[in-house]
């Protein structure tokens, strides 16, 4: 396994046209907006690589993270697919849509990186910790997930080392190379799950104890008489463990964690249009923050 760099270059109806360097040798992608799978050219070989990391020579304290960024299955899991139609797989159940797209354009626009997960939350959630009884799934609103029924313990290891630890070394080591880095996780959500009421909120704020940077956010957030906010919703932000305990809350870094729902960013162009509303308000809510 290597790691590559991925620096953004373009987009083109509702695709990323990314760069990928590896051993000094450039190689272009075109992923697609709805399957994210990226494999790169190694001594001949077709290699699977768990996580994109874009941008890392940008300069600003923000370091953007996309947990559930693809619906990626990797051939090492299940032979590629975990028994579900392509309909289930472009559900808000395989990954957050439209997220990967959000965080891409604030990395742009905050002169931030940014680090996504090439895996479905199917194979393993990187948004839980190694023994949360959620890190794997076998049922999820409402649907089986066939390739998950007989995973046991040796299997979750398989995954966790396959996937879910090389991404999340990745975001360790980003978060190192800044002195004060601010921990910014970009989520997406649906508008209502099977046999639920609709959720109301285009955007939610999730927070845990340390809410320095989430407060004056919220604030901000507020001033948009348009948008329906949520604080801790639609879920809580407190879960031990997690990718904002691991990276920012255990080491005291500044953080935050962003709900969009997702048939507000299904297309690039909506996307685009909210990281630019976003950048500029975080860039506000870390100068109160660091002003207080």
Not at 27 to 46: C, V
Not at 185 to 214: C, E, M, V, Y
Not at 273 to 288: F, I, S
Request: proline share 5%; charged share 20%.
């Amino acid at each position: 396994m290597f790691v590559a760099t991925v620096d953004y270059l373009d987009t083109l109806e509702n695709r990323q046209l990314l760069a990928l360097t590896f051993s000094g040798l450039l190689l272009i992608s075109l992923i697609n907006a709805t399957e994210y799978a990226l494999i790169a050219q190694s001594n001949g070989k077709m290699t699977y690589q768990p996580f994109f990391s874009l941008g890392s020579d940008r300069t600003s304290p923000f370091v953007i993270t996309c947990d559930h960024a693809t619906n990626t299955v990797p051939e090492a899991i299940s032979n590629g697919e975990l028994g579900l139609s392509h309909a289930d797989m472009n559900r808000h159940i395989a990954y957050d849509i439209g997220a990967f797209g959000v965080a891409q354009h604030l990395g742009v626009l905050l002169n931030a990186p940014v680090i996504a997960s090439n895996f479905s939350r199917l194979v393993i959630d990187p948004n839980r910790g190694e023994q949360d009884p959620t890190l794997l799934m076998k049922l999820y609103d409402g649907t089986i997930i066939a390739g998950n029924r007989n995973a046991d313990h040796a299997e979750i290891e398989r995954r966790l080392q396959i996937c879910y630890r090389p991404y999340h070394n990745e975001v360790a080591r980003l978060m190192s190379t800044r002195s004060n880095p601010v921990l910014i996780s970009i989520h997406s959500f649906t508008k209502q799950l099977n046999g639920r009421a609709p959720r109301p909120w285009h955007i939610g704020i999730l927070s845990a104890h340390d809410r320095r940077l989430s407060e004056p956010f919220l604030d901000i957030l507020r001033t948009n008489s348009d948008w329906c906010v949520g604080d801790n919703e639609p879920y809580v932000g407190d879960l031990p463990q997690d990718s904002v305990d691991k990276h920012a809350l255990q080491h005291g870094h500044l953080n935050t964690l962003i709900e969009i729902r997702n048939d507000l960013i299904e297309t690039e162009e909506q996307q685009e249009t909210w990281a630019k509303a976003l950048a500029p308000m975080l860039d506000a809510a870390l100068e109160r923050t660091r002003a207080a």
